[in-house]
Every structure is written in C-alpha cells, then in structure tokens.
C-alpha cells in the first residue's frame, strides 16, 4: 500500500508515522520517501486501519493507487 502524506516535512515525522504503523502491525515494513512525501508500507492490516494509524500520530494520508 502506498499513501501520500503531504504534512511529512522531516526525518521526525517519518518515525512518527513509521512507529504508528508498526503499532498496530510489528512485521510491517515501512519505507519512507520525504522528498515525495511518500510511505509505502507492507502489511496484513487493512488500509483503513493504516489510514487511522497515520491519522492518530498527526499526520494527513491518502490512500493512493
């Protein structure tokens, strides 16, 4: 799954959203790209779920694809 989070502005932010997703999922693998604002994660949760993750931590994402 891929999202875009255009209020990830930094390194911090990533961490933030890389540990919300790793909150609800500890085998996910989260791959961050902050120059597109993009984060592709690997998962057997729902997007739904994901999306609330990001939500919760402070963060804007929309399902993309």
Known sequence: MEFEVKDMTCGRCAG????A???IDQSATVDVNLDQKRVKVV????????LHAISEAGYSPTLKG
């Open 16 to 19: 933030h959203i890389t540990k």
């Open 21 to 23: 997703v790793k909150e």
């Open 43 to 50: 998962s057997d949760s729902t997007p739904e779920d994901l």
